[in-house]
């Protein structure tokens, strides 16, 4: 699946604010994109979790600081990874919120248009 393109996703809400029936369509779609980076996520939090293990060095006379292992993590390809898929769907999440009131806010209008 591609990568998603979250300000054009926005500025399609906006322009069919008032199509509840092209709002729904377009909450669908982030529906699968919201299952797709949930799916990658897994990955990344198993890995996460094993580069702790390797880094911590929990048996040693002073382990190494939460702070610095999530720093080290960080600069990884996956930490990198997993910082940008939790922000997509966080947005994602934001967007879908927003695209319920719209979707009501434009059914509404459709019903008083009839």
Known sequence: MKDIDLAEYGRSIYTHRDNAHKLDSINLELVGYYAYYSS???PLELAEATF??????????????DTFVRALW????QGQDKIKYERVLKTIEK??????TSINRASHFEVKNL
Do not use: F, G, Q, V
Not at 74 to 77: F, L, P, Q, R
């Open 74 to 77: 960080k600069i990884t390809k």
């Open 40 to 42: 990658e996520m897994i």
């Open 95 to 100: 967007i879908m919120s927003s695209l319920r």
């Open 52 to 65: 702790w293990e390797k880094h911590k060095d929990i048996d040693a006379e002073k382990p190494k600081s």
